[in-house]
Each structure stands twice: as structure tokens, then as C-alpha cells.
């Protein structure tokens, strides 16, 4: 009881470190990238129990029960449906040996423990998921505004000003096809490469 107790007061009890990307390869999270489409893993955090993976597409969770369980369950959270918010790090008191990651994807908060002595790197990925969040929400918006403007085009038409059925449907094809390349391309950014690259100092 008093060692468990100990533990979780000098922040012990199961903190996390970053992994290196020479041993990504030796992750469990590796195994559960999509390689085949291009993602690449840009940022690791390991514990005893679990893994945050972060790549150019999602963050992958591998979840432990304990860490003396074999047992994993794997989240996979894709940042063009899963939205980072609230982001930041809780630096460690006096006689605390970690630091805490806290962000939040949609409304599910995280907290990361990791030891205080990768700091440094801490921030560079404090600044990737700032960053992401701020595309996600600047998304958002656009995908908002198209749909506005649909409700304004459509008030400009009326069914019986079209000539034919065949009008109609090519219009309304037209229009279909217009929107959903403005929602899934230019409105909704799916690999944040350029976002790691950036930030993320190897």
C-alpha cells in the first residue's frame, strides 16, 4: 500500500518515455500502420502499460490493461474525423519525476505521464497537435461555409424553372460533384506530414 502510494506521489507509477525512431520497427504500434497507404510514425510515447503513436494519418493507441498483462486493445483515431483540442503540458512539481501531455480528441481527454527529461521533445509535439488542431477547426469552418452556400444557391433555383427531368439531374449531378470535392479534398486535410516535418526534430 505505502509503495504504490510512494510510486504515484513521485509520478513512478507508470511513466512513459519516447521512443527513438531507430526502434520504431520494435513497437507494437508498427505493426497496426497502414504502410501500404504511406503512413509513417513521427512521434512515440511508450509506458509499461500503453503506446501513443503518432503518425502522419492518426494517433494510435495501444491500450494495456497492466503492465503485467499481455492484453492490448488498439484505438485508432483518424485526425480528419478525430479533432485535437485543449493542448498542453503540465511540467512536474519538485519532487515529481514527470510531465504531463493533456489534449483532448473530440470530447475524450488524454493525460500523458512521460519522464521529465524529454521536456524538449514534449514541446515539439505540443506544437504538432496545437498546429493540427488549428487546421481541423479552420476545416471545419470551410466545410460549414460550402454548405451555407448550397442553401444559397438552391433559394436561387426553382423546379419549375428547369427545362427537363434530364436538366435536373445533371444539375443536381453537377452540383453533388462540386461538394463533395470541396468537403473531402479542400476542406478536410487528411496527412499531417508537413505539420510533423515542421515540428518534430528527430
Given at each position: 500500500?505505502?509503495?504504490?502510494?510512494?510510486a504515484?506521489?513521485?509520478?513512478?507509477?507508470?511513466?512513459?518515455?519516447?521512443?527513438?525512431?531507430?526502434d520504431?520497427?520494435?513497437?507494437?504500434?508498427?505493426?497496426?500502420?497502414?504502410?501500404?497507404?504511406?503512413?509513417?510514425?513521427?512521434?512515440l510515447?511508450?509506458?509499461?502499460?500503453?503506446?501513443?503513436?503518432?503518425?502522419?494519418?492518426?494517433?494510435?493507441?495501444?491500450?494495456?490493461?497492466?503492465a503485467?498483462?499481455?492484453?492490448?486493445?488498439?484505438?485508432?483515431y483518424?485526425?480528419?474525423?478525430?479533432?485535437?483540442?485543449?493542448?498542453?503540458?503540465?511540467?512536474?512539481?519538485?519532487?515529481?519525476?514527470?510531465?504531463?501531455?493533456?489534449?483532448?480528441?473530440?470530447?475524450?481527454?488524454?493525460?500523458?505521464?512521460?519522464n521529465?527529461?524529454?521536456?524538449?521533445?514534449?514541446?515539439?509535439?505540443?506544437?504538432?497537435?496545437?498546429?493540427?488542431?488549428?487546421?481541423?477547426?479552420?476545416?471545419?469552418?470551410?466545410?460549414?461555409?460550402a454548405?451555407?452556400c448550397?442553401?444559397?444557391?438552391?433559394?436561387?433555383?426553382?423546379?419549375?424553372?428547369?427545362?427537363?427531368?434530364?436538366?435536373?439531374?445533371?444539375?443536381?449531378?453537377?452540383?453533388?460533384?462540386?461538394?463533395?470535392?470541396?468537403?473531402?479534398?479542400?476542406?478536410?486535410?487528411?496527412?499531417?506530414?508537413?505539420?510533423?516535418?515542421k515540428?518534430?526534430?528527430?
Amino acid at each position: 500500500m505505502f509503495k504504490k502510494f510512494a510510486a504515484e506521489a513521485l509520478g513512478i507509477s507508470d511513466i512513459g518515455v519516447i521512443i527513438s525512431p531507430k526502434d520504431y520497427d520494435k513497437v507494437d504500434s508498427d505493426d497496426y500502420l497502414f504502410h501500404e497507404d504511406g503512413e509513417k510514425i513521427y512521434f512515440l510515447i511508450k509506458s509499461k502499460k500503453d503506446e501513443y503513436c503518432f503518425t502522419n494519418l492518426s494517433l494510435i493507441h495501444v491500450d494495456g490493461d497492466s503492465a503485467v498483462s499481455s492484453k492490448r486493445r488498439v484505438k485508432r483515431y483518424e485526425y480528419y474525423a478525430n479533432h485535437f483540442s485543449h493542448v498542453s503540458i503540465e511540467t512536474a512539481g519538485t519532487i515529481d519525476l514527470d510531465i504531463e501531455l493533456k489534449f483532448s480528441i473530440n470530447d475524450q481527454p488524454f493525460s500523458i505521464d512521460i519522464n521529465k527529461n524529454y521536456i524538449e521533445a514534449l514541446k515539439d509535439i505540443y506544437k504538432a497537435l496545437y498546429t493540427i488542431g488549428k487546421y481541423q477547426q479552420k476545416d471545419a469552418q470551410g466545410r460549414d461555409n460550402a454548405l451555407r452556400c448550397l442553401d444559397a444557391v438552391s433559394s436561387m433555383y426553382k423546379l419549375t424553372s428547369v427545362e427537363s427531368d434530364a436538366a435536373l439531374i445533371g444539375r443536381y449531378t453537377a452540383l453533388l460533384d462540386n461538394l463533395n470535392t470541396t468537403m473531402q479534398q479542400r476542406f478536410t486535410k487528411r496527412d499531417f506530414s508537413d505539420v510533423f516535418e515542421k515540428y518534430i526534430r528527430s
